[in-house]
Nanobody
Framework: QVPLVESGGGSVQPGGSLRLSCAASGYTYSSNCMAWFRQAPGEEREGVAAIYTGDGTTHYADSVKGRFTISLDSAKNTVDLQMNSLKPEDTAMYYC?????????????????WGQGTQVTVSS
């Protein structure tokens, strides 16, 4: 079991920004792919953004393109999600995932490891 620990969640007004971070205790760069997912109450968990650690290729859900940026921080050994222009519909629990075993980086069934999540609330 690989421990993934998310941080950076919180409450923000619409239009604001948050930065989420996922620490994997030295595992981050041995994983082929890292991703962020989110799940709102009563909804299915959906892929938000993913990054292949080898070449840095990124994938984003259409709903966050142009607003969210996923990145690897080699100094801190984390995968970060910068979220700008936040909307109320971005409110959800955000989860970090690691070790993609399939071909679809935004598919929740194709990751082996998950964090416990961090809550993001966007409200005025």
């Amino acid at each position: 079991q690989v421990p993934l620990v998310e941080s950076g969640g919180g409450s923000v007004q619409p239009g604001g920004s948050l930065r989420l971070s996922c620490a994997a205790s030295g595992y981050t760069y041995s994983s082929n792919c890292m991703a962020w997912f989110r799940q709102a109450p009563g909804e299915e968990r959906e892929g938000v953004a993913a990054i292949y650690t080898g070449d840095g290729t990124t994938h984003y859900a259409d709903s966050v393109k142009g607003r969210f940026t996923i990145s690897l921080d080699s100094a801190k050994n984390t995968v970060d999600l910068q979220m700008n222009s936040l909307k109320p519909e971005d409110t959800a629990m955000y989860y970090c995932a690691a070790d993609l075993h399939g071909a679809w980086p935004l598919n929740r069934y194709e990751y082996n490891y998950w964090g416990q999540g961090t809550q993001v609330t966007v409200s005025s």
